[in-house]
Nanobody
């Protein structure tokens, strides 16, 4: 099992920045996808950014150039640096780890990000 705990959310004005953290514990061997998703009220959960096999980094078009995903392997932590935040970035942000070879997916509990105009 893998446990994921997000932190760093909060209320920020448009144009501001936040850094989210996702701390992982448990058996994280063979985890090959680490990603951030978000879900706004009344909307489906959507992909934000992710790291595949420790190398390939992908971003949703809506956040490319503003958000940066990174990982600290020594701390078993995934980060999401969010700059130039917009009101439409308001959502609950979740991290997701995947062990693709076994079809295992793990989700954190989410952290609320609210961007005021």
């Amino acid at each position: 099992q893998v446990q994921l705990v997000e932190s760093g959310g909060g209320l920020v004005q448009a144009g501001g920045s936040l850094r989210l953290s996702c701390a992982a514990s448990g058996n994280i061997n063979s985890i090959n996808v680490m990603a951030w998703y978000r879900q706004a009220p009344g909307m489906q959960r959507e992909f934000v950014a992710g790291v595949v096999s420790g190398k390939s980094i992908k971003y949703a078009d809506s956040v490319a150039g503003r958000f940066t995903v990174s990982r600290d392997s020594a701390k078993n932590t995934l980060y999401l640096q969010m700059n130039s935040l917009k009101p439409e970035d308001t959502a609950v942000y979740y991290c997701k780890f995947v062990r693709a070879s076994w079809g295992h997916e793990y989700w954190g509990q989410g952290t609320q990000v609210t961007v005021s105009s």
